[in-house]
T-cell receptor
Framework: DQQVKQNSPSLSVQEGRISILNCDYT??????FLWYKKYPAEGPTFLIS?????DKNEDGRFTVFLNKSAKHLSLHIVPSQPGDSAVYFC?????????????FGAGTRLFVKA | NAGVMQNPRHLVRRRGQEARLRCSPM?????VYWYRQLPEEGLKFMVY????????ESGMPKERFSAEFPKEGPSILRIQQVVRGDSAAYFC????????????FGDGTRLSIL
């Protein structure tokens, strides 16, 4: 049962343009969402998060949008840089500000072309 | 390096042997989580531990897998009588508290079963 889905296995974007990564979830109890970035042979690194009481959170070039009615969130990276090339995981949890069980999507591999 | 430390980075075992994966959490963190990543898949939650306690092991296979986090020393994920299907990357994460996000990840142990 995939509670967190990232339907695009990969995405290719030109340097300087916007990258949009999408994520859908099915569990309406999720109230905290995170994006992690992962380079090969390394562990995931936290990128940005959003609580369900918000619909947008911005940190520099990264913005996460949450649409609770559609159970959908997206990560926007603008402008995209070659160093952004990595696998991006969407994750969700319930229990206030988090919870001990975090559910991850399968990831989207982003390629940023110079 | 005050991050989450996992060792070994790579572990090769023959079918039927035992595998022991170690994880030292970040300084000040007393909560440890183990995840497994199969090829082309996301991270699957396995177990959540605090010092000397297993809090949630709902993601652990019922047989051959066990985890501990003793009062002194690292957390250990133990796989007995390994099979080829155990080949995966195993990631450990830590946090300072049960309701604390984000989790901080180590670089993983890549387990290969011959």
């Amino acid at each position: 049962d995939q509670q967190v889905k990232q339907n695009s296995p990969s995405l290719s974007v030109q340097e300087g343009r916007i990258s949009i990564l999408n994520c859908d979830y099915t569990n309406s109890m999720f109230d905290y969402f995170l994006w992690y970035k992962k380079y090969p042979a390394e562990g995931p690194t936290f990128l940005i998060s959003i609580s369900s009481i918000k619909d947008k959170n911005e940190d520099g070039r990264f913005t996460v949008f949450l649409n609770k009615s559609a159970k959908h969130l997206s990560l926007h990276i603008v402008p995209s840089q070659p160093g952004d090339s990595a696998v991006y995981f969407c994750a969700a949890s319930d229990g206030g500000t988090g919870g001990f069980k975090t559910i991850f999507g399968a990831g989207t591999r982003l390629f940023v072309k110079a | 390096n005050a991050g989450v430390m996992q060792n070994p980075r790579h572990l090769v075992r023959r079918r039927g042997q035992e595998a022991r994966l170690r994880c030292s959490p970040m300084k000040g963190h007393s909560h440890v989580y183990w995840y497994r990543q199969l090829p082309e898949e996301g991270l699957k939650f396995m177990v959540y531990l605090q010092k000397e306690n297993i809090i949630d092991e709902s993601g652990m296979p019922k047989e051959r897998f066990s985890a501990e986090f003793p009062k002194e020393g690292p957390s250990i994920l133990r796989i007995q009588q390994v099979v080829r299907g155990d080949s995966a990357a195993y990631f450990c994460a830590s946090s300072p508290g049960v309701q604390s996000q984000p989790q901080h990840f180590g670089d993983g142990t890549r387990l290969s079963i011959l």
